[in-house]
């Protein structure tokens, strides 16, 4: 079985700042892309960040300049750092995983239970 853990949501005010962090544990062989994804209520859910197990990422647009991702591969953890934080981007936030389970044979696409963010103006 392989979890992703996540934490550091919370509320904060327009702004300021948050990290969220997600721990992947588990019988897993290797990690390839890690994410961040969210979903407000009534929207869909959407990429917010994305990077790489070699380092390259990928960001939303909304998110450019405010948002960074990292990870650490030893530690199989990803992180996101918000700043200037907006009302907008109140959601639950979703750490995903692509990642091969086991002996490496099983590819799986895994999600963690999400954690709220909720910016005041």
């Known amino acids: 079985q392989v979890q992703l853990v996540e934490s550091g949501g919370g509320l904060v005010q327009a702004g300021g700042s948050l990290r969220l962090s997600c721990a992947a544990s588990g019988s897993i062989f290797s990690i390839n892309a890690m994410g961040w994804y969210r979903q407000a209520p009534g929207k869909q859910r959407e990429l917010v960040a994305a990077?790489?197990?070699?380092?390259?990422?990928n960001y939303a647009d909304s998110v450019k300049g405010r948002f960074t991702i990292s990870r650490d591969n030893a530690k199989n953890t990803v992180y996101l750092q918000m700043n200037s934080l907006k009302p907008e981007d109140t959601a639950v936030y979703y750490c995903?995983?692509?990642?091969?389970?086991?002996?490496?044979?099983?590819?799986?696409?895994?999600w963690g239970q999400g954690t709220l963010v909720t910016v005041s103006s």
């Open positions: 995903n995983a692509d990642l091969l389970q086991g002996w490496g044979m099983d590819a799986l696409d895994a």
């Open positions: 990077i790489t197990s070699g380092g390259s990422t």
